[in-house]
Structures are given as structure tokens and as C-alpha cells.
């Protein structure tokens, strides 16, 4: 069974269009999170939910909206993609903050 | 100054030899601390916590120095399996978790 599962795992889309990626855990955590890791691989904390609210959201740009429907699904939407949004998308939860994570496989956008 | 620092490297080492990355941070109110390992276009994948008293996973061994605000990693007798990047993850209790831009090693035959 997949602790951390991401949808899809590819994603490839226009600039100017609107897509979302879809993260579940199956773990029991409480806290869930959204990476990016760009093209030169640094991974940057994008939000942080716990119990379903939003804790942490690193001056990510309004497009991006986290939707957490329950402790075990978190939702990215983001609107009218831009080019410098290509990037590796993870999701990854947590028992509680601060402790370890648990990453998913990771969602390749390109937007073209 | 960036709020966690490593040395990216690439550590290029033969295999068995012992390879050893550190990692420093500027938040002293940091209250946990990993590294993780992430192979080439997979996810970044748990490796060990990392205490005050220091801890041993095989060839692995972690170490946090609170008063200087750095960990480190030291891997014995390496393996060409190791070759990987390494992050260390340097979290709040607020829930913030900043990682490192990564240590890359190859262990070469």
C-alpha cells in the first residue's frame, strides 16, 4: 500500500490554463504539506496543514490554492499557469509538526 | 544568509571510503533535525533523525551540535548504493521545515 500517493504523475499543460494535483495519505497523519522543486532541485515548502488548516504558507503566489477536504487528502489547484511553474510538485505528511515526512512520489508539471 | 547551508559538493569517493557532510542552520529555535536521501527524479526519502546525543543506523551516523547550529552526517565504508544526494531538514515547532539544497555524492568502483 502507497503511504503517500500524488495524482497525477505527470502533467503536462499550456500556460494560462488551470490544473490541479491531488496528494492522499493513508498514514493517520495530521499534517500535510506541498513542495516545489525547480530545475536546480531545491525543494521549498510551498504550505503546511494541520487538521486541516492552513499553517504555513510561504509567500507562494495567490495562483496556487492548497484545498485540504480532510486530514488525509490535500489538494493543489493552481491558476493560470506560467512558464516558471515547470517544476517537481511533492506532496509529503507528517504524525505531527515537527516531525519526520513522508514524501509522495512527486507530480512533473510542464507547462508549455 | 541562507537559513540552512550545505555544502553541495559533489563528493566524489571510492568505494569504502568514509564521506562526512555537514549542514549549518541560523534559526536557534530549530527543534528537530534529518537527513533525508533523494535519488535522481524520485522523492526525497527518510535517512535518520538526528539528536543531541547523536545517533547510529549501521554505517550511518548523525550528530547535532546546538551550540555551533550545525548536524552532520558521516557514512562508513561506502557503498556505490549511497550515491545520492543528501538533505538535511531543519524543522520548527511552528511546523516550518527548511531544507537543505542538498549534498551530492557519487562512490565510485
Known amino acids: 500500500d502507497t503511504a503517500v500517493s500524488q495524482t497525477p504523475k505527470y502533467l503536462v499543460t499550456q500556460m494560462g490554463n488551470d490544473k490541479s494535483i491531488k496528494c492522499e495519505q493513508n498514514?493517520?497523519?495530521?499534517?500535510m504539506y506541498w513542495y516545489k522543486q525547480d530545475s536546480k532541485k531545491f525543494l521549498k515548502i510551498m504550505f503546511s496543514?494541520?487538521?486541516?488548516?492552513?499553517?504555513i504558507n510561504e509567500t507562494v503566489p495567490n495562483r496556487f490554492s492548497p484545498k485540504s477536504p480532510d486530514k488525509a487528502h490535500l489538494n493543489l489547484h493552481i491558476n493560470s499557469l506560467e512558464l516558471g511553474d515547470s517544476a517537481v510538485y511533492f506532496c509529503a505528511s507528517s504524525r505531527d509538526r515537527p516531525y519526520e515526512q513522508y514524501f509522495g512520489p512527486g507530480t512533473r508539471l510542464t507547462v508549455t | 544568509r541562507k537559513e540552512v547551508e550545505q555544502d553541495p559538493g559533489p563528493f566524489n569517493v571510492p568505494e569504502g571510503a568514509t564521506v562526512a557532510f555537514n549542514c549549518t542552520y541560523s534559526n536557534s529555535a530549530s527543534q528537530s533535525f534529518f537527513w533525508y536521501r533523494q535519488d535522481c527524479r524520485k522523492e526525497p526519502k527518510l535517512l535518520m533523525s538526528?539528536?543531541?546525543s547523536g545517533n547510529e543506523d549501521g554505517r550511518f551516523t548523525a550528530q547535532l551540535n546546538r551550540a555551533s547550529q550545525y548536524i552532520s552526517l558521516l557514512i562508513r565504508d561506502s557503498k556505490l548504493s549511497d550515491s545520492a544526494t543528501y538533505l538535511c531538514v531543519v524543522n520548527t515547532n511552528a511546523g516550518k521545515s527548511t531544507f537543505g539544497d542538498g549534498t551530492t555524492l557519487t562512490v565510485k568502483p
Open positions: 498514514l493517520g497523519h495530521d499534517t
Open positions: 538526528v539528536y543531541s
Open positions: 496543514y494541520n487538521n486541516k488548516e492552513l499553517i
